[in-house]
Each structure stands twice: as C-alpha cells, then as structure tokens.
C-alpha cells in the first residue's frame, strides 16, 4: 500500500471531505478533490474505451 492506487485515495479522500465539510474556508480543497476523482475516474473510462475499440478492430 504506497498510496498511488485509487481505493486508497479515494479512501482518504473520503475522509478529508468530512474534515472540509465543518469548516467552510476549506471549499477551495473540496473541489480539488472532486476534480481529481473525476480526472481518474475519466481516465479509467478512457483507457476502457480504447482497450473495447482495440478488441473490436481485430474481429
């Protein structure tokens, strides 16, 4: 467990978003994190989508 991998992350994003969520100044911090789960998120999608088109073009 290194830390890189997304449970982990999202794990410890989950509780900073607790954190965030008593104190308002912290807003800012909340959507970083939404925008990088969405990043990963999006770039899971995308590398998904290419594997699908890649196994469609051999039959």
Do not use: C, Q, W
């Not at 912290?26 to 088109?53: E, M, N, P, Q």
Request: aromatic fraction near 6%.
């Amino acid at each position: 467990m290194d830390g890189t991998h997304p449970s982990t992350f999202l794990r410890r994003g989950g509780e900073s978003h607790a954190k965030t969520r008593r104190r308002k100044g912290f807003a800012a911090l909340d959507v970083a994190s939404i925008i990088i789960a969405l990043s990963i998120l999006v770039t899971s999608i995308a590398k998904a989508y290419a594997i699908i088109k890649k196994a469609n073009r051999k039959d």
